[in-house]
């Protein structure tokens, strides 16, 4: 099947993105090989600068979002998007997009991850030790589980129980 590109409307990616973009992004029109077009946009994500996003860094973004509509049942765009939304100073965007992934069964440790720091990050600590308790009954195995988890403990004065999940995720590795 031929993937035709389209240009998504300025409107539509201001809504999106909360910022005016000058040039729109071309993304496919369905959702085809939405794995391979997350991790094309991912690549990119993740080579430009640290400091500061400029329109370059826009249009990576944009183009994530973007896949997020035209793939929306698809957790990987989903968990990216709450990240971008994330490190663009979007904690409730990110919130409900990982709020939404973690409602599918299965196992979903990224997701549970950044959900965690966010919860920990509102003082919302029991949500935060059920939720990351909940997900190492899942993935026992997944070393950043086990790290929150040490972080949540710790902060709820639970030294021991914080020592031992850090213990467990430097183990894990």
Do not use: W
Not at 73 to 91: K, Q
Not at 120 to 140: C, K, M
Request: aromatic share 4%; hydrophobic share 50%; glycine share 6%.
């Amino acid at each position: 099947m031929r993937r035709i590109p389209i240009a998504a409307p300025p409107l539509l990616l201001a809504l999106l993105t909360g910022a005016c973009a000058k040039q729109a992004p071309m993304v496919s029109a369905e959702c085809v090989t939405p794995d391979a077009q997350l991790a094309r946009l991912l690549a990119s994500y993740r080579a430009l600068p640290a400091s500061g996003c400029d329109e370059s860094c826009e249009q990576v973004r944009q183009g994530i979002e973007l896949l997020g509509l035209a793939c929306p049942a698809h957790v990987p765009t989903m968990e990216a998007n709450a990240v971008v939304a994330f490190e663009a100073g979007r904690p409730m965007v990110a919130q409900q997009l990982l709020d939404i992934v973690l409602s599918q069964p299965g196992s979903h440790a990224r997701a549970a991850v950044l959900r965690a720091r966010i919860a920990i990050d509102e003082g919302n600590l029991p949500f935060a030790a059920q939720l990351v308790t909940d997900q190492i009954r899942l993935s026992p195995a997944h070393a950043d589980l086990h790290e929150v988890a040490g972080s949540v403990a710790y902060f709820q004065r639970r030294f021991e129980a914080s020592d031992a999940s850090l213990r467990t995720a430097a183990r894990l590795g």
